[in-house]
């Protein structure tokens, strides 16, 4: 078995891979599992934390970095990250403005995202939450509107947004 292509963990084999490929924009934090931009822009006020199953891969991954996201969770295939995952992530990537979740409608990245805010928050840290619940494939009337295609156009747009502070 190598370093990079664990048969156990296939989340964490696609995370160091990233960060192997890109040491100037990624670090990897394996316990618990997030990735960090390593050169965000000076003029953030606000970190951007965002997450979702392994499975959606490389859509929150892919936007880590100057002009997107600051810390990234992401959980097992078609898992949710752990509040675990989030609240490292979030405190890592921390501003003095605190910190902005983007989270897609799914009811675990909304549960777990929830928790981490709450912990956050009673430790002082401002935290606030985007939920995109943006969905043409579902009427509304299941589980819900999960968010997966606007994520990217919102996580763009916060991202630049944030590096204009």
């Known amino acids: 078995m190598s370093y990079f292509?664990?048969?156990?963990d296939p989340v964490l084999a696609a995370a160091r891979g990233l960060a192997a490929a890109h040491p100037d924009i990624v670090d990897v934090s394996e316990e618990p599992?997030?990735?960090l931009a390593t050169d965000p822009s000076p003029y953030?006020?606000?970190?951007?934390?965002?997450g979702g199953g392994g499975g959606h891969d490389p859509l929150h991954t892919g936007l880590l970095g100057r002009g997107g996201i600051d810390a990234v969770c992401p959980g097992q295939i078609y898992a949710s990250p752990h509040n675990r995952q989030i609240l490292a992530?979030?405190?890592?990537?921390?501003r003095a403005g605190g910190v902005l979740h983007i989270?897609?409608?799914y009811?675990?990245?909304?549960?777990?995202?929830?928790?981490?805010?709450?912990?956050?928050r009673a430790?002082?840290?401002?935290?606030?939450?985007?939920?995109?619940?943006?969905?043409?494939?579902?009427?509304?009337?299941?589980?819900?509107?999960?968010g997966t295609a606007a994520t990217v156009v919102v996580?763009?747009?916060?991202?630049?947004?944030?590096d204009r502070g």
């Open 155 to 162: 996580e763009k747009l916060l991202g630049a947004a944030a």
């Open 123 to 146: 430790d002082g840290v401002p935290v606030e939450t985007v939920l995109v619940d943006d969905d043409v494939a579902t009427d509304g009337t299941c589980a819900g509107r999960r």
């Open 33 to 35: 599992l997030y990735l």
């Open 107 to 120: 009811t675990g990245d909304v549960i777990n995202f929830g928790i981490a805010a709450e912990r956050l």
């Open 5 to 8: 292509l664990s048969e156990q």
């Open 44 to 50: 953030r006020m606000v970190a951007l934390v965002s």
């Open 89 to 94: 992530a979030s405190r890592s990537a921390l």
């Open 103 to 105: 989270v897609k409608n």
